[in-house]
């Protein structure tokens, strides 16, 4: 299953991936059903995730019914424990780029957010837009959340900068992105082009960089203040276990 997964995912393009999903997604759910894992997204609980992964592949890590991934499950345990996303009575703008399909749908039927979607090529985008160049207005949005987004974008300063005019003065954003810990600097290298050398040196074949530790100081150097969430430090051990969750993670939640 492992090889499997790591063909589709190397081989269709993400928007079909997007479109086929949501007809498998069911099936896959009734298959793994039992009691071993659980997805706290929607609370259903599987005898096992599944693979993931475009070089080396993690088992345990795709939630059948969701498919949601360790860090969709971290932010949605954050927002809901640490946060008021989900309980705020006073309405708020919110600005999603390249909407994961566990939140879409969910972050849709919020009656207390005015709620877009943004993206170039996702078909869940709701204003086709570069990251680089929104047509949104300065200080628009309450919350944005641009996840796994930033180390495909070569020119990742620009985006930044982008996130930071259209969030409100008080405003906060989650920017999560792949990140080695290990790094103290963060890598890249414009001159690697090919897919496969990408995906061996980027780990996947569209990143353009491998952020290290300076990621922080990056984004408070545009002007955010950056609150570093070592969230899975709060949870207990065996909900991280069962949850399936990268222990160590850290969330960028970052405020204007």
Same mark, same amino acid.
């Given at each position: 299953?492992?090889?499997?997964?790591?063909?589709?995912?190397?081989?269709?393009?993400?928007?079909?991936?997007?479109?086929?999903?949501?007809?498998?997604?069911?099936?896959?759910? $009734?298959?793994?059903?039992? =009691?071993? $894992?659980?997805?706290?997204?929607?609370? @259903?609980?599987?005898?096992?995730?599944?693979?993931?992964?475009? %070089? =080396?592949?993690? =088992?345990?890590?795709? *939630?059948?019914?969701?498919?949601?991934?360790?860090?969709?499950?971290?932010?949605?345990?954050?927002? #809901?424990?640490?946060?008021?996303? &989900?309980?705020?009575?006073?309405?708020?703008?919110?600005?999603?780029?390249?909407?994961? #399909?566990? $939140?879409?749908?969910? &972050? @849709?039927? #919020?009656?207390?957010? !005015?709620?877009?979607?943004?993206?170039?090529? *996702?078909?869940?985008?709701?204003?086709?837009?570069?990251?680089?160049?929104?047509? &949104?207005?300065?200080?628009?949005?309450?919350?944005?959340?641009?996840?796994?987004?930033?180390?495909?974008?070569?020119?990742?300063? @620009?985006?930044?900068?982008?996130?930071?005019?259209?969030?409100?003065? %008080?405003?906060?954003?989650?920017?999560?992105?792949? #990140?080695?810990?290990?790094? +103290?600097?963060?890598?890249?290298?414009?001159?690697?082009?090919?897919?496969?050398?990408?995906?061996?040196?980027? %780990?996947?074949?569209?990143?353009?960089?491998?952020?290290?530790? !300076?990621?922080?100081?990056?984004?408070?150097?545009? %002007?955010?203040?950056?609150?570093?969430?070592?969230?899975?430090? @709060?949870?207990?051990?065996?909900?991280?276990?069962?949850?399936?969750? +990268?222990?160590?993670?850290?969330?960028?939640?970052?405020?204007?």
């Amino acid at each position: 299953m492992k090889k499997l997964f790591k063909f589709i995912l190397n081989t269709i393009p993400r928007p079909i991936l997007i479109r086929l999903s949501i007809v498998v997604r069911p099936i896959l759910a $009734f298959a793994l059903k039992g =009691n071993r $894992f659980t997805d706290p997204i929607d609370g @259903k609980s599987f005898r096992s995730f599944l693979p993931y992964g475009y %070089g =080396n592949q993690r =088992n345990n890590v795709l *939630s059948p019914s969701t498919l949601s991934l360790e860090r969709h499950r971290l932010l949605w345990l954050y927002l #809901q424990n640490e946060t008021y996303f &989900f309980t705020s009575k006073e309405k708020k703008k919110v600005l999603h780029f390249a909407p994961e #399909q566990e $939140f879409y749908k969910r &972050f @849709k039927k #919020q009656t207390n957010i !005015d709620y877009t979607t943004t993206d170039l090529l *996702s078909p869940l985008a709701d204003v086709k837009a570069d990251i680089c160049d929104l047509p &949104f207005e300065d200080n628009t949005y309450d919350i944005i959340f641009c996840n796994h987004v930033l180390e495909h974008i070569p020119d990742d300063t @620009k985006a930044m900068q982008e996130l930071y005019r259209v969030l409100k003065p %008080g405003g906060m954003g989650i920017f999560q992105i792949p #990140q080695d810990l290990s790094r +103290a600097t963060t890598f890249s290298d414009d001159t690697i082009v090919d897919q496969k050398e990408r995906a061996k040196i980027f %780990g996947q074949y569209d990143h353009v960089r491998v952020y290290g530790r !300076d990621y922080f100081d990056k984004l408070r150097s545009i %002007g955010f203040r950056v609150v570093e969430e070592d969230y899975t430090a @709060k949870i207990k051990p065996e909900l991280v276990e069962r949850y399936c969750l +990268a222990k160590g993670e850290i969330i960028p939640v970052c405020f204007k």
